[in-house]
């Protein structure tokens, strides 16, 4: 399974309002520059991640994005369906496809393959996705000890 480049800049977009952002909107320049991902395709996604309630804009100075609730409640599977819709796997045939024959002299269609597997990969798959939250995320990336952005605040020289 591979996950689209979308939901892969999704997930990291959310991961580093979790771990960098401290509960404040961060311009999505700002994730921009730290995660390498162009920031005028970085704006659409989280524009789609607004319109799932996972995150919220704030306009003006100090203004950009924060996580809508926290990480513990945000699942992979939540930011992925964001930007992408619902989960579904490619490759098993649809019914659109070729991949029915016709059966004797009454043309009704006889399926060829394990259409009814599909359905079922997708929700295991799913479930997965749906057990690991931004906050596992943020436990994993501190322990093998992923640089935090400097958030030491203003500093002042007189």
Known sequence: MRL???ARYAICGLFDLAYNGHGE????????????????YLEQ?????????????????????SLSRTPAEIHLLAAI???EGPL?????????????ATEGTGGAPVR????????????????????VTLEDVCRRAARDAVPRANVAGYEYQI
Do not use: C, H, M
């Not at 961060?26 to 520059?33: G, K, Q």
């Open 4 to 6: 689209s480049l979308q």
């Open 25 to 40: 909107a961060v311009r999505v320049r700002e994730i921009s520059e730290r995660q390498g991902i162009p920031n005028r």
């Open 45 to 65: 996604i989280f524009q789609r991640l607004r319109r799932g309630g996972l995150v919220t804009a704030k306009r003006g100075p100090g203004g950009g994005y």
């Open 81 to 83: 369906e964001a930007v």
């Open 88 to 100: 579904t796997l490619l490759g098993g045939p649809s019914a659109d496809e070729g991949a029915t």
């Open 112 to 131: 060829s393959g394990p259409e009814f597997l599909w359905g079922d990969l997708a929700s295991q798959v799913g479930a997965v996705l749906e057990g």
